[in-house]
């Protein structure tokens, strides 16, 4: 099945969706912050799954309109989760190919100024393999968003080629484990110790992805783990699904 031309104008069509799936607080299971992803509702096809249509997007340059779509809609929902005291942090997840952009920087200035998100709560999601690419203009554009006060979370920690040195290198505010290492791990767990240590003498916050059990979460905690994501805590939801668990949160 050739979905690429589908893929072209589903953006335009309305038929990519921002899904939302909570982060919680791994002492009071609070939900701190959702992580957006998107979710392709194809007309004959059904649910197209973004590991399948996001790699596509990038090989064929459609990442940018997908990317942009998501920073908005992130935006937009970040502008509506957090009015009055509320303060839930919304990340969205950026691809190597927006990184390297000029406009990403622009589209994320716009998005906040223009629905007045409040300072700390935008977080931009990136995954490890790429700041190997081209990293003084990588690491320049992310300081940037530092001052815009937009979070750095480094994704998918514990993959291929991580280094403490990449981690260290970049002005990251969190690091998110992956879930093979986190459902792999045991209460002695060297490499998520050694990951906790590292990220907190720096004060970034460490979050454990994929955590499905009560075992899990027993586990990443004593490791001193501060957040945990996975289907413990709840799968990824529409935004008015997530709106109302948000309400209906202490
Ligand atoms: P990711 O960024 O690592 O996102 C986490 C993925 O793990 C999500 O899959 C989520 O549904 C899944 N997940 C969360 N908790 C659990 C759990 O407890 N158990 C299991 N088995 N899975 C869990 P999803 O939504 O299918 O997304 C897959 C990947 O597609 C994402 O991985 C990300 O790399 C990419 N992606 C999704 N949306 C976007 C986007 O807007 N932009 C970019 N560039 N990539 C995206
Ligand atoms: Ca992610
Ligand atoms: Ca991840």
Known sequence: MDLLPDLRVAVARGQIEAYFQPMVDVSTRRIVAVEALARWKHPEHGLIAPNVFIPLAEEHGLIGEI??????????????????????????????????????????????????????????????????????????????????????????????????????????TEVKIDMSRVQAATPNDPFIRGVVTLAHARGITVVAEGVETEAQLDIVRGLGVDRAQGYLFGRPESESDISRLLKNTP
């Open 67 to 172: 990317g942009a779509f998501m920073i908005a809609e992130g935006c937009r929902c970040a502008a509506a989760w957090n009015g009055g005291s509320a303060r839930v942090q919304v990340s969205v997840n950026v691809s190597a190919a927006q990184l390297t952009t000029s406009s990403l920087l622009d589209q994320i200035t716009d998005n906040l100024r223009r629905l007045s998100v409040p300072d700390d709560v935008l977080v931009v999601e990136i995954t490890e393999s790429l700041p190997v690419v081209e990293i003084a203009e990588v690491n320049a554009l992310l300081n940037e968003m530092r001052l815009l006060g937009v979070g750095v979370s480094v994704d998918d920690y514990g993959t291929g080629h991580s280094t403490a040195e990449q981690l260290a290198g970049l002005p990251t």
